[in-house]
């Protein structure tokens, strides 16, 4: 039976003859949605954007079963006064968490904004600032943090080792994952959130927190919670890989490769908007309250 072949011209009518496959990411590859930062046009638009975004963190993080109790914090530093943050009150659960349940505390543990539901003494949680606190004094380029106890982030923590680099999603960290070696039981002090800072270093966007669980730091609360969300997954396949055998490491120019496309904050931010309009969806938005 005659076979039937395609000439240049017929292949043209469909396709470039130049024509390249790109992976989603690369440089001149278009995506669905052009998700970019947003612009505003005054710093109380912004600081409105932060707190809707900062509450709708906490209901993300309680659909993904990452609180536990009163423990947990995101935090996100202020659009009009950098020298202060947002947080949320001790003892609401995320679930609930509206934009009008947020406080605004200084350096100092002050609250310049925001009345909270105070619970055993405490308008915010002690620890939550002794950590976030240090975090956004000693890194000014550090807009967002985000910390709670979930199930895989503590279960990996108590083997007091980092992550290997053996998948693609690990090598979206590269070495910006970094392990803090130490546990001082409840973090009430400011040296123990300085030692935290520290162990995060100049550039880490995730730490490993011994015997505790794990941390994310990022210029946005959007890229903070996806690499929280993506640090959580990494710490559960690790586990499982671990209990499997032993974790084949990828090579330097591979990691480089994989961080470079897939490891920025422009890419973190861009994934989590699939997240953020998940709740949207699931909530009406009723966290802007």
Request: with cysteine; aromatic share 8%.
């Given at each position: 039976?005659?076979?039937?072949?395609?000439?240049?011209?017929?292949?043209?009518?469909?396709?470039?003859?130049?024509?390249?496959?790109?992976?989603?990411?690369?440089?001149?590859?278009?995506?669905?949605?052009?998700?970019?930062?947003?612009?505003?046009?005054?710093?109380?638009?912004?600081?409105?954007?932060?707190?809707?975004?900062?509450?709708?963190?906490?209901?993300?993080?309680?659909?993904?079963?990452?609180?536990?109790?009163?423990?947990?914090?995101?935090?996100?530093?202020?659009?009009?006064?950098?020298?202060?943050?947002?947080?949320?009150?001790?003892?609401?659960?995320?679930?609930?968490?509206?934009?009008?349940?947020?406080?605004?505390?200084?350096?100092?543990?002050?609250?310049?904004?925001?009345?909270?539901?105070?619970?055993?003494?405490?308008?915010?949680?002690?620890?939550?600032?002794?950590?976030?606190?240090?975090?956004?004094?000693?890194?000014?380029?550090?807009?967002?943090?985000?910390?709670?106890?979930?199930?895989?982030?503590?279960?990996?923590?108590?083997?007091?080792?980092?992550?290997?680099?053996?998948?693609?999603?690990?090598?979206?960290?590269?070495?910006?994952?970094?392990?803090?070696?130490?546990?001082?039981?409840?973090?009430?002090?400011?040296?123990?959130?300085?030692?935290?800072?520290?162990?995060?270093?100049?550039?880490?966007?995730?730490?490993?927190?011994?015997?505790?669980?794990?941390?994310?730091?990022?210029?946005?609360?959007?890229?903070?919670?996806?690499?929280?969300?993506?640090?959580?997954?990494?710490?559960?396949?690790?586990l499982l890989s671990d209990a499997l055998g032993?974790?084949?490491?990828?090579?330097?120019?591979?990691?480089?490769?994989?961080?470079?496309?897939?490891?920025?904050?422009?890419?973190?931010?861009?994934?989590?908007?699939?997240?953020?309009?998940?709740?949207?969806?699931?909530?009406?938005?009723?966290?802007?309250?």
């Amino acid at each position: 039976m005659p076979t039937a072949t395609l000439t240049q011209e017929d292949t043209a009518s469909t396709t470039s003859k130049n024509a390249t496959l790109r992976l989603r990411g690369a440089a001149a590859s278009a995506r669905s949605k052009k998700y970019t930062q947003p612009t505003f046009a005054s710093k109380e638009d912004e600081r409105k954007y932060q707190k809707e975004r900062l509450a709708a963190s906490f209901r993300i993080f309680s659909k993904l079963g990452f609180d536990e109790g009163v423990a947990g914090h995101i935090t996100v530093r202020d659009a009009i006064n950098p020298h202060a943050f947002w947080v949320n009150p001790y003892g609401v659960a995320f679930d609930l968490m509206t934009v009008s349940d947020l406080l605004l505390i200084d350096h100092d543990g002050n609250v310049l904004e925001g009345s909270g539901k105070p619970g055993d003494g405490q308008i915010y949680n002690a620890a939550g600032f002794a950590i976030h606190g240090a975090v956004h004094a000693m890194r000014p380029d550090v807009h967002a943090a985000a910390h709670s106890h979930t199930t895989f982030g503590r279960a990996f923590s108590v083997l007091g080792r980092n992550v290997d680099i053996a998948s693609h999603d690990a090598a979206q960290f590269a070495d910006t994952v970094r392990l803090y070696d130490n546990f001082g039981g409840i973090v009430l002090d400011d040296e123990e959130g300085r030692n935290i800072c520290k162990a995060l270093g100049p550039d880490g966007k995730g730490v490993i927190l011994r015997n505790h669980g794990i941390l994310t730091a990022a210029q946005s609360v959007d890229a903070a919670v996806a690499y929280f969300v993506r640090l959580e997954q990494l710490c559960e396949s690790q586990l499982l890989s671990d209990a499997l055998g032993s974790p084949t490491s990828i090579n330097q120019e591979d990691i480089a490769a994989v961080f470079a496309a897939h490891g920025g904050e422009d890419e973190a931010f861009f994934q989590a908007q699939e997240m953020f309009e998940w709740i949207e969806q699931e909530t009406g938005g009723d966290y802007k309250l």
